[in-house]
């Protein structure tokens, strides 16, 4: 019985990448679209900026009203906002789909596993991801954040196709270490805040080469012809602060939480142990990303790099250090 | 807000030209000692210093991670020093093996509390000051500020505009009353308000969110109260690790401890009087899962605890310790403690002990070592293997194939010679120095190694007496730790998250009514417009909410006349 629920679990998992595979190449081909339809549309964007502007009826001082600077999607106007494109709904469509499905694996391999699903490598890689997109799904019904559609579905297919290469492992019971409430906590809590940095480091990133084309105009050099359709670099900052700024907060409950247990588990609250260390440098990288956004000077750019170097540490807190380093958290399971 | 000059929401002209005037003219005589010393703690503190502290720490950090640390795993650091001769020393001349205490790494973070502690205190004293003041002026101008929304309310009937002294102080009734009423509106929603009033019109100005600085603040602080309870609580508390077999009672004294690190304040009276005794460990291995075959499953030491002479029973298992006179027993390891008895040629008894065997792998085939120092013609070391289930490999090589001592065999290779225990320097029980002594057994000797099983007893070579196995008992290794500031640090550490909570996510935002009368005394236009103070994602929502509601609690149908009383006309911004 164990068994049989642990396959239809993984089957369950390839089937959420094989349609997340189809989501990314829907996002992608909207993006294609986007760039070969602005020229079309650039003359229909400009009276629809003064629409949009009328009917918000407020001087968006720091926020630009979304239906101006979405360009050829308020060209529609008025009414109903930007104009979904076909793909681009096709994409949403597939990626909950595919969420659904994975969503379904990752509950089978708990129950095949009589305790939560993050207890091992292959297992914190379906969590996460799973993570990932239900905070990406949730974000979309609040923000059109559509366009990062492509990055996520592709950076989870990635991983997922990662950890169930290299990382599956069957079902194991809890080493006695793991055995605590507080893997439930700690560890789901982690892997929200990843969920979190992922989506803030997208748009962080996404800031970083709208800003280029904003200050460099006519630059040929990373000048893609759809960041037009996309939103202005300071919107995208403040978008991928508001949500850096929540991985921050669940980070933090993360490193006091590990803390705590460290202090049940192994007779100390902190230890520097490797783990310990680069939850502590990501913690610190991201206190100061949000400081780089309170200092003059650092605004923009600046602090977006630093947003992007602290997602690159909690990759690599993720896939190397628990894997390459020897430290107490060996509990990668591989 | 008093914040640090460079803070990207500080009024930019002084402080920037300050700066300017400051670099330009640095011979200026007249600085002075002082001013130096103001113009070093003006730099200290500011966003920038922060900033670049910040990001130094977390890269100091990264080094302590690649290399193994004392602290953490000496072990590591050993192993580090055989295998990279030439670095290692270099390394360790860099404190590259204790980062966490090095001077470098201490430096970066005292000066970044330094910094945090100068940025703190008067952006706190500025902050009660605000806390008690009023909602500033109402600027001249709103509609260059954020969500800014006009609307027109008509009066039911034209009123007399106040008497024509063209100041505009008398407002009619009318106005007062809707005025009153945006007062009270935002008073509700928790702003602060003051009314003002000027030559063209009257206005209401509000502020609300004072809680996200002070969260701001009690995050810092509690920032500085983390790092003071660490480093003073380190110094007053001590921990311990003990090995202790079935059956022995260790009793908590210093000469107990297999090694004991004790706090810069600590002294031994501390050490409170109390025994545990471990009477049974129980380990639970997985036998079902052909996947984790062998897997341990649950530890569980039972104990019985003596404090001012009352006994009890008790349990220590991971990740659940016990407390007992104000420290708190971990269990960290277990394993197997075969007991040895050693008789000379004469049968008299010259060693007899259950002996702790470090587990080298995960079915616990284990090494310990036994040393002989007299009783027999020679020093005897012997070093044994243990194999709770013992198995053979195809190249005749010993193996544990589960951790349950389900077939326990113990192998041992006999020395003789000088165990180098009387030359002063200190030397690991579980450890033996061969280099002075003669193999006997196993090896290369061509004699097999003595094996035997559990009630077994075989002879020494060179008829130097017998070894008994007489059973096999489990040890545990406890962690005994005292630190009496955790508690403290969990509680800052919940007023770092409080804090952070508080300041991330309250908006601290300014709203504006503005009331200008028509000429005709026919209507009056209403402004409404809101500066946002820090990141503030809903303040053009909260503005348009604010007058939707206002205009909404003015007495529409106060009038009888059919003509629309309120429009809601939308200009278009005129920036
Ligand atoms: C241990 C070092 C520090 C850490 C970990 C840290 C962390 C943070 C974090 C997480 C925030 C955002 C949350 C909040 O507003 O409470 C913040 C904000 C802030 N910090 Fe720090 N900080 C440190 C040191 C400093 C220092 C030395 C200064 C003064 C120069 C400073 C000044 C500020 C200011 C002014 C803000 C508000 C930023 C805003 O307006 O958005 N911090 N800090």
Redesign the interface.
Known sequence: M?ETLEQYSILLVYSAMAIYALAFISFALDLAKRSSQIKADEVAAAPAELVG???S???????APVVASTGAAGASGVDAGPKRSVTLRIGVALTVIGFLLQLVGVVLRGIAAERVPWANMYEFSITGTLLIMGVFLVVLMRQDLRFLGTFITGLVLILLGVSTVNYY?????????L??A?LVIHVFVASLGTAFFALGGALSGIQLLQNRRETAKGSKFLNFRLLDTLPDSVRLE?LA??IN?VG??FW??TL?AG???A????????????KE??T??IW??Y??YI?????????GSRSAW?ALIGFAAVLFNFGV?NVF????HAYSGL | MS?PS?????P?PAPESAREAGSASITQPKLGVVGWLRWFWRQLSS??T??FL??L??LA??P??LVP?R???PN?VTQYFVDNPTLAPILDSVQMFA??SSVWFSSIYLLLFISLVGCVIPRTKHHFDALRSAPPKTPARL???????TRQYAFAEPVEAGPSTGSGNERNAGSAAILESARSILKKSGYRVRTYQDARSTSVSAERGYARETGNLVFHTALVGILIT?GIGGGFGY?GQRVVVEGQTFVNTLLAFDSFNPGRFFSDDTLTPFTLRLDEFDATY?TQ?L??FG?????TAHVTTSEDGDEADGEV?????LKIGGS?V?L?GNGYAPTLTVKNADGTVVFTDSVPFLPQDANLTSLGVVKITDGLPEQVGMIGFFYPTQDVSSTGAYFSSFPEAEYPVVTLNVYTGDLGLNEGVPTSVYSLATDKMTQLTGGQTGVDSIELKPGETAQLPNGMGSVTLDGIKRFASF?I?R?PT?LW??VF??L??GG??TS?FIPRRRVWVKLVENAEGTGVTLEYAGL?RG?D?R??DA??ELADKHIASLPSAQAATPSPEITGA????D?
């Open positions: 164990m502007a009328f009917v009826g407020r001087s968006g001082v720091t926020d492992v069957a079902v194991v019971p809890l080493p006695p270490a055995d605590s507080w403040n602060y508001r700024i921050f907060v933090t409950f006091i803390a705590v247990w202090e049940r588990a192994w007779g100390r609250y902190w230890g520097w142990d490797t260390v680069w502590f440098i610190v990288i206190a100061g400081h780089a956004r309170a200092t003059k000077g650092w605004r630093l250090v380093f020897k430290g107490l | 914040r460079d803070h990207y929401d500080s930019s966003m920038r922060a900033l910040l990001l720490l977390a950090a990264v302590g991670s640390q602290s953490s795993d590591g980062v966490y509609n260059r500020l954020g969500g800014f929304i660490v921990a997985e899962n996947d984790a897997q341990p499953i649950d530890y298992k991971v990740n659940s310790p708190d971990y960290l962690d730790h630190d955790q640090v969990l550490a919940i770092v998250l952070l909570l991330l946002a990141d994602p303040l053009d503005v348009a939308k200009t278009p911004d920036a």
